[in-house]
């Protein structure tokens, strides 16, 4: 039961609240938080509940206005978690919230998970402890997840175990961080790697998973569903772009998506760690992947919420001379991953979706058999 509101005094008149109930946590579970209290809380319940409780939470509150601070505070207090919350003066979005989240870790490693998502099972975090001190040292460690309401199974690696480390590695492998839950980083290494740099691209996460396992840090696959995604909870959703409704008259123009700059992300993350004359082909091989898995399934998918239209204005934002910009490439290079890019997007554009849901299941098994 929640105590009162009046038992929790001057909490939202601090800028941040600190419980250290645990004097030194393994695991920091890092959470980005912007006006999705009830969902919070709701994941927050799956961490009070975990067998292993040598844990924290970091929640970075990226200046919520939705009302609920002490509703998520009174939960934490009663919780008996060791908590560290915090509100930011100024909005920081995506990429700066999670870095600030985990700027509040004191945890070995840090566990990212999105502020909708949860935990799958009160066993989750001691299986996924005892697999990375199995394997210990770790920089990057990453589950797989299941569906909230469905209990569906994604698999985003195909194995169990120590996957590699080093730029090929992580060249191969960063299309398995976009979803944020479940993505396991040593502290110190996510530290030492942070940067603003990539602020709006929405992929802050990639950028650490990639230069920490670029750097040397050994990447840990573990086949286990650690987390459920898409907490539901009746009467009550979250933004995002599938509840906006199509746009009518929807005119062609070029749309450009965060999406657009991850080959620029992935690209700065890893090419630092590599000797010079494997830059080019790092960079190629990263492009390659966005332009024949990742873009490919977003124009599918905008053609599916919006319109066809729509569809072709996020093509043109993505096309090569956008997504490619700044990269060294050579020109042989530029014009192989051009010809990729639009011959694949062409694909995209005429396959009908319904063929596309049917054949979702194998290109996603194809392309998982490709990191």
Known sequence: MTRPVDTVPNLLDRQEVRRERVAQPVVSVCIPQHNRTSFIIEACRSLADQTFQDIEVCISDDCSDDGGE?????????????????RQTHNLRYDGNLRAAIALARGKYVFLMGNDDC????????????????????????????????????ARMPRSGIAGRGPDTASQTFRNFSFVSGVILETQAARQHATDRWD??????????ARIIAAGGALLYIDASAVRKDIHIPGEG????????????????????????????????????????????????IARQLYLYTYPFWIVEYRR????????????????????????????????????FWTTSALALVLPVGAFDGLRQKLYRFAKSNT
């Open 200 to 209: 709006g691209s929405e992929m802050y996460q990639v950028f650490l998973a």
């Open 305 to 340: 919420v919006q319109s066809w239209r729509y569809a072709l204005g996020v093509c043109l934002g993505l096309q090569p001379r956008y997504s490619l910009q700044g990269l060294t490439l050579s020109r042989g290079a530029r014009l192989r991953l051009g010809l990729l």
């Open 70 to 86: 002490r509703r998520l505070l009174e939960f934490l207090e009663d919780s008996g978690l060791s908590f560290t919350w915090r």
């Open 119 to 154: 935990l799958a099972g009160p066993t989750a975090l001691e299986h996924v402890v005892a697999q990375i001190e199995r394997n210990a040292p770790v920089g990057v460690a990453l589950t797989n997840f299941e569906d909230y309401a469905s209990g569906t199974r994604v």
């Open 238 to 285: 979250v933004d995002s772009y599938r509840a906006r409704p199509p746009l009518r008259p929807c005119p062609v123009v070029t749309r450009h998506l965060p999406l657009g700059q991850l080959a620029q992300v992935v690209a700065d993350a890893i090419t630092p760690c590599a000797e010079r004359r494997q830059r080019g082909r790092l960079v190629e091989h």
